[in-house]
Structures are given as C-alpha cells and as structure tokens.
C-alpha cells in the first residue's frame, strides 16, 4: 500500500532539477508525491524559478538511472497527477535513450546552423547555445531530438545526421509534452508556458472573459 504520509519537502539546493528530484523521492521512499510537490521541489532554490522541464528529469530518473516511480498507470491506487518510488533499488541496466554520434551530432549542429531547429507555421526559432530564451528565460543548451518521437521509435540509427535535429529546452519540453505521458491528455500548461508571452497575454484575457461572473456563482 501506498502511504499518504507527510513528505518531506527539503529545501532541496542540488545543483540541478534532477538532482533536487531524485533526493526528494530517496527521502520520501513509499509515500506519494504529488506533481505540486515535485514542482515545489524542482524550483531553482536560487531563482525562485519553476522548470519548465521538471517532467522530463522525472522522466530520466527511470529512463536513465533505472529507478522505478510509479503512477496510476502502473499502480491502482494512485490518483493521476501522483507519483511513488517504493525503494531506492536500481537496475542494473536502466533504459537509456539513444543518442546520436558526437560526429553526427556535430553535423546534425552544422546542418542547423548551430541553432535551434523548431519551426512553427514557417518560422524557426533559431536560438544558440547560451543565448538566453527571451520567452522561457534561462541560457539555451541545444540538445539532440529525435524527428521521429522516441515512443514511436527509439533504436534511431545514432549515425544518421537525417534522423535527429537539435532544439532548445523549451522546445524539446513543448514538443514531448503536447501530449502528457503519464495522463494521455492534452498537457495545456505545457504549451501555455512555452508559448510568447503576447500568447500568454491573449490566453489570460480570454480566461478573464470565460470566467466572468462564474466565480462568484
């Protein structure tokens, strides 16, 4: 049985959102997370910051360091949006994701121009290496994408410069989280966060009409 116990909640000042994560849940092994907490945690204990990209370093605590976090896809009594580590146990090959040749990767780089290769209705973001996104904020790391989803098809060929493309954070984070893994829903928030901040702008007012008058009904 999963416990609903009272977590422990740090402060947890690991030097990455990983890091901060993976201490949280070794700290509260058996008992359930929620995705409020785990943001709590993932926070830049400097900044004061919300990652953007905190579900992809969850992500990464199975993937790559074999570690078990379950939710209600893989445990009944879970409630969506709940997480659990049962133990501390590893295993001793974790799932890693394929990842191109450093000298594919440096032509996947040179292909795009050294930037960021997302494009959307013709336009290209087109942001470098420890340029600072002026929409998600922070220094862009440029890091390597599968064209086609890892889901669909994850033993891409690491030598083939046509199979990968590099994009920034926020766009890596955007693209997985279209869809949420865990839910199978539209994840809203993702792109709401991802999107300009004249974007956000219209979405606040159009909330602002819908909601009108209902939250004093």
Known sequence: MSKRDAVIRGPYRQASVRARIEAFFLDNLGKVATREQIIEVATDPKTGRIPENWHQRLSELRTDKGYTVLSWRNRGNLKVSEYMMPNSERRNTA????????KTWEKVLEAANYQCAWEEQGVFCGLKDKEIDPVGGGTVRLTPDHKQPHA??????PNDPNKWQPLCGRHQVMKKNYWDDETGWLNVMAI???????????????????FRGKLDT
């Open 152 to 157: 669909i098809h994850a033993s891409i060929d």
């Open 192 to 210: 709401i966060q991802s999107a300009s901040e004249e974007q956000k702008r219209q979405v606040f007012n159009f909330l602002q009409e819908y």
């Open 95 to 102: 799932s890693k994701r394929t990842r191109p040749t450093r």
